[in-house]
């Protein structure tokens, strides 16, 4: 499939969730696969608004992205931030970055900075998306293109499922969409500052994610499996890819 054809079928798709599962919201991290996200929902005007979950241990440089996508294609982003109480809490007990100590200590701080805030992102919503891909990581291998998320309650959108990392970086090219300068200097995937490192020629693209960790364990909670009702490459109609 050429990658036209794969951005009109994600945009197809895309359509199809503002139209049947409105509010409709995007779950971005800036990464490069939401990028392509937020240029077909910024350039063709969609009613999908984009939020970030702010866990407040981002890289700069992700915080500048997010003002610059804000100024290039006039978009709101909302920001979800921990409950402060909670997080204060947390860090008098366990010290401000206690997740190199145990996985139990990293999962309860991705909990907080990023499970909780979600769930409140997601409350009332019709649907969320998200830049999922197979090719990420061996815990996203089974993903399906759509989802209902038992957690939540509502459907869940994964219109990159069968990207590869080519097309990612063909679409932004082609298009000049902005992005993460860390991915230059060999970050394929972002999240807290403390959490991600570079990784070395002929690592797996995750492999600077909770780096001290075995792959099966590489999640934060935001994507858990399984998820009920899974449709693998739901089809798309032809009046939805040219409409």
Request: charged share 25%; hydrophobic share 40%; net charge neutral.
């Amino acid at each position: 499939m050429t990658l036209t054809l794969q951005a009109t079928h994600a945009l197809a798709l895309l359509r199809r969730i503002a139209a049947r599962h409105a509010p409709a919201v995007l779950a971005s991290s800036f990464g490069a696969e939401d990028m392509v996200l937020i240029d077909l929902i910024g350039r063709h005007v969609l009613p999908i608004r984009v939020f970030t979950l702010d866990t407040g241990r981002l890289h700069e440089e992700t915080y500048a992205l997010i003002d610059r996508v804000r100024s290039h294609y006039g978009l709101t982003i909302a920001a979800h931030v921990p409950e402060p109480a909670a997080l204060e809490a947390f860090v008098e007990e366990n010290g401000v970055s206690p997740f190199y100590r145990s996985i139990e200590l990293r999962k309860a701080c991705c909990a907080l900075r990023k499970t909780a805030p979600l769930a409140r992102a997601l409350a009332g919503k019709g649907a969320w998306i998200t830049g999922l891909r197979r090719a990420q990581s061996v815990t996203r291998s089974d993903v399906g293109q759509e989802e209902f998320d038992a957690v939540h309650g509502i459907p869940k959108f994964n219109p990159l499922i069968d990207w590869s990392d080519a097309d990612v970086w063909d679409y932004l090219r082609t298009h000049g969409v902005p992005y993460n300068p860390l991915h230059d200097r060999g970050f394929p995937s972002i999240g807290c500052a403390p959490c991600t490192r570079a990784v070395e020629a002929g690592e797996d693209i995750r492999a600077g994610r909770w780096w001290w960790e075995h792959p099966e364990h590489k999640e934060c909670g935001l994507h858990r499996r399984p998820a009920a009702g899974v449709v693998r490459g739901a089809p798309v109609t032809h009046e939805e890819a040219t409409s």
